[in-house]
């Protein structure tokens, strides 16, 4: 099974930083891991592309969303193996589905998508384990007022649009 990268953590930037910090980071990085500055170590150009990989999709906003919902999307996928408790009614549920990766969700779900008032945990097989977000969703994505807490206890209280953080 090939390696999961998380290119926040790769940059070591959260999924709330801005450009200008991603950018930061990069160059910052870089410079750090650049082949030419350390011909004695291997390893630095395998580094230093997973840097660049990780920028280039991070900067760019269209990549950037499609990571966070692929990304999002792995974390808790249905399958045969997700479990559901609580009723549905005319293409909405609401209770609380266990996803086989060990990603939880509470609340209200349309058409198979998060939709209303929710709680997502991110499952320990996820590049987040451990995060937590509670807040509104919109077509399967944060959207709304929202508490997102990292595995760490740091937490941004605010508005997101669409799946992202809206200053």
């Known amino acids: 099974m090939p390696k999961k990268i998380n290119y926040y953590h790769v940059l070591g930037v959260s999924i709330t930083s801005t450009s200008a910090e991603i950018k930061q980071s990069f160059r910052r990085l870089a410079v750090k891991y650049h082949?030419?500055?350390?011909?004695?170590?291997?390893d630095s150009g395998d580094k230093f592309k997973e840097i660049r990989?990780?920028?280039?999709?991070?900067?760019d906003?269209?990549?950037?969303?499609a990571y966070d919902n692929l990304k999002a999307s792995s974390a808790g996928v249905d399958s045969k193996d997700s479990?559901?408790?609580?009723?549905?009614?005319?293409?909405?549920?609401?209770?609380?589905?266990?996803?086989?990766?060990?990603?939880?969700?509470?609340?209200e779900r349309k058409d198979g998508k998060y939709h209303g008032q929710g709680t997502y945990t991110y499952g320990p097989n996820s590049e987040w384990a451990g995060d937590k977000?509670?807040?509104?969703?919109?077509?399967?994505?944060?959207h709304g007022q929202g508490t997102y807490t990292y595995a760490d206890g740091r937490k941004y209280v605010g508005e997101w649009k669409n799946g992202k953080w809206h200053r």
């Not at 990989?53 to 900067?59: C, D, F, H, M, N």
């Not at 559901?84 to 939880?104: F, I, L, N």
């Open 35 to 42: 082949p030419d500055r350390n011909k004695k170590d291997k």
């Open 53 to 59: 990989r990780a920028y280039e999709v991070l900067i």
């Open 61 to 65: 906003a269209e990549k950037r969303s």
């Open 83 to 107: 479990k559901y408790k609580g009723e549905r009614k005319g293409g909405k549920e609401h209770g609380q589905r266990t996803y086989s990766g060990g990603a939880k969700y509470k609340g």
């Open 133 to 142: 977000y509670v807040g509104e969703f919109k077509d399967g994505k944060r």
